[in-house]
Structure formats: C-alpha cells, structure tokens
C-alpha cells in the first residue's frame, strides 16, 4: 500500500479520479484488512468495494477471555458502507490528506480501530 501513498492523494482533487483510483485499488485487492490486538480485546476490520452499496467496512469487536474458566462474550459485528465520494469527501473533511497517513491508515481510522501507536501510548 505505501506505493500508493500519494497516488490516492492525488486523486482527491476530482471525484473521478478518486473513484478510479479506489476501482482500481480493490480489482488489484478484493479487500483491505486490519486489526488491533491487546491480551483483553481486539478489533478487526475489512474494507471491499461492493457494486451497490459502495465501500463496505465490516467491523468486529471482542473481549478476549482471560482465564482458563471464562467465557468471552459473541463480538459484535457492524457493517458501514458508503458511496466512493461520500468516503472522499469525508477524507477531506478530516484532513486526512493533509497528514502523513496511508490509504490503510485511512480507512483504519474510520473503522474505528485505534493505531498501533496509540496501544504503545496506552
């Protein structure tokens, strides 16, 4: 993904070109993965591009049990979508494209899922 790093930048300046840009990007990979992990819980998330419903990001949230005896509660599953320029336009809303952040890393803030750097601050 760092290749793209200032492609998908680029490609803010124009719905098309956004659109064209994350067509692209999800033909080159079915979708985009991540998670945060700590001993007690965990977050994971994927992003694909849907042809009705646009960007769908699939969010799933858990305790991790800590004992030999206990049980973790079902994780709760959430689904997100959205259109390519709603996504677009919420980049630019945030700045994210102002900062030093990935596409991944974009689409890893609005899942939801904290950074790695913020786990390491915790």
Same mark, same amino acid.
């Given at each position: 993904?760092?290749?793209?790093?200032?492609?998908?930048?680029?490609?803010?300046?124009?719905?098309?070109?956004?659109?064209?840009?994350?067509?692209?990007?999800?033909?080159?990979?079915?979708?985009?993965?991540?998670?945060?992990?700590?001993?007690?819980?965990?977050?994971?998330?994927?992003?694909r591009l849907d042809? +009705?419903?646009?960007?769908?990001?699939?969010?799933?949230?858990? /305790?991790?049990? %800590?004992?030999? =005896?206990?049980?973790?509660?079902?994780?709760?599953?959430?689904?997100?979508?959205?259109?390519?320029?709603?996504?677009?336009?919420?980049?630019?809303?945030? +700045?994210?494209?102002?900062?030093?952040?990935?596409?991944?890393? /974009?689409?890893? %803030?609005?899942? =939801?899922?904290?950074?790695?750097?913020?786990?390491?601050?915790?």
């Open positions: 993904m760092a290749e793209n790093s200032s492609n998908w930048k680029d490609s803010l300046q124009s719905e098309e070109s956004f659109r064209d840009f994350i067509t692209q990007y999800f033909k080159e990979h079915s979708q985009l993965t991540g998670m945060y992990d700590i001993p007690s819980y965990y977050e994971h998330y994927t992003v042809s +009705k419903e646009g960007i769908v990001i699939t969010l799933e949230t858990g /305790v991790t049990p %800590t004992g030999s =005896g206990s049980v973790a509660p079902l994780p709760f599953k959430q689904k997100e979508s959205m259109s390519i320029e709603d996504f677009r336009k919420l980049i630019l809303h945030k +700045k994210f494209a102002d900062s030093d952040m990935s596409l991944a890393d /974009v689409f890893q %803030t609005v899942a =939801g899922v904290p950074s790695s750097d913020e786990q390491n601050k915790s």
